[in-house]
Every structure is written in C-alpha cells, then in structure tokens.
C-alpha cells in the first residue's frame, strides 16, 4: 500500500521568505501526486497536482512542487510567503493504474507565516 | 454549483447515540468518500464509493456505517457514538470520468464532540 510522510509537523517562517514543505511517498507502483491547502476552519482545496510528463508542477497562488522519482519526493515550494499563505498543507498519492483508487494523505504540515 | 456540502456543521452527542452525517454533492461525481481530521493524524479514510450501490472500508471504517443509494448522497452513520469518535468529518467527490487524476472536492467539514 501506497503512504506519506510529511517530514515538518510546523514550518514558521518570516513574510517575503522563500519556504520549502517536503512530502516523501512510499508505493512499489506509479502514483499520482497531489498538494492540497486547508485554511483555518475551511475544507481543503487542491493547490497543485503531478499525474505525469513535466517533473515541475506550477500551482495556484505562486506554489510549484518538483517530483522527484529516485527520491520518491514531491517538494512544496514558494519564493516568497505572504502572511495569507497561514494554512496547513497536506501531500497525498493514489495509485495511478486506476482512476478509483482514494488518496492517502500525510499528517500535514502547518506554515505559519510572521510578518 | 455548490458543490459537497456537509450538514450538520458542528454536532455534540453524548456516548452511545447514533447520528447521521449529511453528504452530498451536485456534480454528478461518481466516487465519494468520507475522512476523518484528527489534530497530528491528518486525514484517515473512513469509507469511499465508486458508485450508487457500491461502497468500501478506508483506514478507520469501525464505527461508521456508509450507504450510497443514490449518486448525489453519500451519509455517514455513528451506530454508537463514543468520544474516540470526536473528530472534524470531510467529505469528498471526484470525478471518474474522463483524464484520471482528476481534482478531489471537499465540503466544509462536520465538527462532532462525543461527550
């Protein structure tokens, strides 16, 4: 079975800082690769995907990821935080041979942004 | 659209009540899915459907009932709440249709206290 782990529980990091989220997966087959965002007291919301081709993935409000298959990583990162990007971000995986497989998530990771 | 929306938002119960968590969703999304939110656990899958009248067990299934009688509804029922079961409930849909990988939803969430 496919799994995540998510290596910072809490990233604190100052406003305009560059900031970096590691996300390791473990499957012994190819999978598919996800960033998700929960603001506080909200659902969460996709903020980037890797399903194939081009190892770096561009997401909404400035987040790229870069999956790396001989590490079995997929690294979050932003050039520069701002204090709206206060939010915890999860990795997830799902098996890529079939559209149904559900998505394992990571423990998440919580990025505090200080101005 | 609205999208998965969850009802109720927040719900207390004492142990040993049973309740239902309203899911549902308007999209026309065949796979469905609840998750539980714990603080330090991330998201656990409790129970998932790839269609009406097909369901499966995530990671935490005991102490959930799920039924899936139509495409739009996805309830999860607590036969016999206990305060292990004090979570922050998701629900979730997905497209299968079409590219696989597709963007998963979520609602806002269910808060649930079990005294």
């Known amino acids: 079975a496919q799994s995540v782990t998510q290596l910072d529980s809490q990233v604190p990091v100052f406003e305009e800082a560059p900031v970096e989220l590691r996300c390791n997966y473990s499957s012994s087959v190819s999978v598919y690769l996800f960033w998700y965002v929960q603001y506080p007291n909200q659902g969460l919301q996709l903020l980037l995907k890797y399903l194939s081709g081009s190892t770096l993935v561009k997401g909404i409000n400035g987040f790229e990821a870069e999956f790396n298959k001989s590490q079995t990583s997929f690294h979050l990162r932003k050039p520069s935080v701002h204090i709206s990007d206060t939010a915890e971000y999860f990795c997830a995986v799902s098996l890529s041979y079939s559209g149904n497989t559900p998505l394992v998530f990571g423990k998440g990771t919580r990025l505090s942004v200080i101005a | 659209n609205a999208g998965v929306t969850q009802t109720p938002k927040f719900q207390v119960l004492k142990t040993g009540q049973s309740m239902t968590l309203q899911c549902a969703q308007d999209m026309n999304h065949e796979y469905m899915s609840w998750y539980r939110q714990d603080p330090g656990m991330g998201l656990r899958l409790i129970h998932y459907?790839?269609?009406?009248?097909?369901?499966d067990q995530g990671e935490v299934p005991n102490g959930y009932n799920v039924s899936r009688s139509t495409t739009e509804d996805f309830p999860l029922r607590l036969l016999s709440a206990a305060p292990s079961q004090t979570s922050v409930y998701f629900c979730?849909?997905?497209?299968?249709?079409?590219?696989?990988?597709?963007?998963?939803?979520f609602g806002p969430g269910t808060r649930l206290t079990v005294l």
């Open positions: 459907s790839v269609g009406a009248g097909i369901t």
């Open positions: 979730a849909s997905r497209d299968l249709s079409g590219t696989v990988g597709n963007e998963q939803f």
